[in-house]
């Protein structure tokens, strides 16, 4: 059972996940208005998206060491105080170099912010309420990258572009006291020593990543250079996992892998991920580019994206709990798939009540498929490897949401060398198909799949649950509760059914 103060708790982690989502691509449509304001050029601007993406993918993986040194409760608030004081910051910058600056900083606080607050959630959650606390969180992440470059347009054509950072002032002290009300826990056991190799290995081969992926992103960007850079974080996050896998007190646990479900997650979501995040980059230029359309107009049918979002997010329970988690991640990854491929093909001349349905259905299929990917990553998963999994699984999210606009970028290279003629509504087609492709390369995924994923947290299942017998050392109750007595596979037991015992 969800009490108040839980459901709560999961609406500022919610919150929180929107403001760094949000901050992370808001900034893209507005480049002019700050490279004139600040006297630079509009693509210099492109550094201050790529410090804020750069120092979330390297700081991530740290932060399930903080909260096990500090404690989820001053790291979560002091990650919140961070970020808030980071966004004035960029707000009051006169220069790039001050902005980039404050933008690091932000980054600091942002790659602490969610995934501390989400390990704090999901360990107080029983597993019969995984599936409702988890569509809580998810959808800021569906709705950040929507509304993000429609409400950039607005932001700067209306106001100036400092506001795209002040909006984050009454949301984070909005924040930070609600946390400092809902939050509780400091320090529980000593933490093992710092993967120091481990860090520098996983935070440099992400860096570098996600600095790879901008520079795919910027048509001016030399490919020798590109290419380096691209091969020597692969280098990296080689060593990394070679040296991961072998050390005793690793920063990142890849063993957590070998649960199915997990690792389900995190192959499948990756694609599913970099698929939901190319699609507000692309739609938007496709309308503006090649169908003529303004940007408010444009903004205002991607818009659609969000209302499938939200539309389908009462029936995504009840879908996982009747169909089951494979079911519903093979409808989701076609749907997304066929979406995109059906957008891909249309023109100036489409009816706009088909574009805008299919970008409707491409919401539900995309909020569908990631509250189930969210969910079935820690349906298997034993509580003492909750917080380890949990900053991998972010680790993995934010690292697919930074190569989401690269592999539009690249999707629409590799249209515009397509032969043939067609101008630029043929690059968009061939773009549109190959994500869609990318989409079915995660249908296969879910395809593999045992119909059973996922079975031990959907509800249909607690009275088959009730009326087995109980293992001898069985232990009820959440998912952050120690666990004895477990499965053949090592995971634990699950509670039994209808338990509510608390114990903050």
Known sequence: MIDKRHRNTALLVAGC???ENLDGTI???SAPRIGESLHVTPTAVGLVVTAYLLTLAVLIPLSGWLTRRLGVRPVFLVAIAIFTVGSLCCALSNSLSMLVGMRVLQGVGGAMMVPVGRTVVVSRTERQDLLRIMSYIVWPGLLSPVIAPLAGALITTYASWQWLF???IPLGVIAFFAAWRLITGGRSTAPPPLDWLGLLLTCGGLGGLTYT???ISESA?????????GIGSVVLLALAAWHLLRTEYPLLPLSALRIPTFRLSQRGGFLFWIVVGSAP???PLLFQEVFGWTAVKSGAVVLFIFVGNIGIKPATTPLLNRLGFRRVLLGSTVGLAATMIGLGFTTASTPLAV???????SGAARSVGLTAYSTVAFADMPADRMRDANTLAATTQQL???LAVAAATVALRLGRLWPGPGGPARDYTVAFILLGLVALVAAIEAFRASPQTGNTIRTRNSTARATSPVRPGGAGGRLGADATGGRVDGTPPFGTPGRTERTD
């Open 281 to 283: 980059f692309l739609l």
């Open 27 to 29: 900034v893209t449509t």
């Open 400 to 402: 697919s949401a930074g």
């Open 213 to 215: 992926a901008n520079l």
């Open 17 to 19: 996940f929107f403001m």
């Open 355 to 361: 574009i805008a349905g299919l970008a409707l259905a």
């Open 166 to 168: 002040l909006i984050n």
């Open 221 to 229: 960007s030399p490919w020798p250079s590109t290419t380096a850079w």
